[in-house]
Nanobody, 126 residues
């Protein structure tokens, strides 16, 4: 079992920054995908940024150049640095992990992810 706990959400004005963290505990696979998803009210959940155990990094077009995903393996923590935030970034943000899958098998297909955090709210005001 894997437990994922997100933190770092909050309310900011447009143009501001936030850094989300996702602390992972429990079973750690050597092959995995980890990703940040978000879901705004009334909208479909979408993948924002993902990282594979091979180091591959992917972003949704809507956040390229503004968001940066990274991980600290020593701390078992995944991060999402969000800069130049826009009101349309307002959503609940979730951390997710797929074990024993490479990025090609995961991508931003949420059904491929085995474990999910409880989410952290990000609100961006104009």
């Amino acid at each position: 079992q894997v437990q994922l706990v997100e933190s770092g959400g909050g309310s900011v004005q447009a143009g501001g920054s936030l850094r989300l963290s996702c602390a992972a505990s429990g079973y750690q696979a050597s092959t995995y995908c980890m990703a940040w998803f978000r879901q705004a009210p009334g909208k479909v959940r979408e993948g924002v940024a993902g990282i594979g155990s091979d180091g591959s990094i992917n972003y949704a077009d809507s956040v390229k150049g503004r968001f940066t995903i990274s991980q600290d393996n020593a701390k078992n923590t995944l991060y999402l640095q969000m800069n130049s935030l826009k009101p349309e970034d307002t959503a609940m943000y979730y951390c997710a992990e797929a074990v024993w899958r490479t990025w090609d098998l995961c991508r931003f297909r949420d059904t491929k992810y085995d474990y999910w955090g409880q989410g952290t709210q990000v609100t961006v005001s104009s």
